[in-house]
């Protein structure tokens, strides 16, 4: 527990940091989840579509440093590529 009134201070802020960054976390997980299932329906326009959502998702998330830049490079790529390997 906290001994001095900076420390209460800080961990109050720590407190309300690590849940709004949950709440970040949760939409970008959330929009992963939307790709995934329209990769898996097989409607690409759809896909496409909510996959340029889920891109800035991710890109603004990253920039905030909640996830790592390479982390979300991957993520990117790996759900182009499922798009992109779906039947036209």
Known sequence: ????????????????????????????????????????????TAAQTVFQVATSTIDRIADKKIIHKNSAARTKSRLSAAIKGMSA
Do not use: C, F, P
């Not at 949760?26 to 992963?32: M, V, Y």
């Open 1 to 44: 527990m906290a001994n001095s009134a900076q420390a209460e201070k800080r961990a109050r802020q720590a407190q309300a940091q690590r849940s709004h960054n949950m709440s970040l976390r949760s939409t970008l997980r959330t929009a992963i989840k939307k790709v995934r299932k329209a990769v898996l329906e097989g409607d690409k």
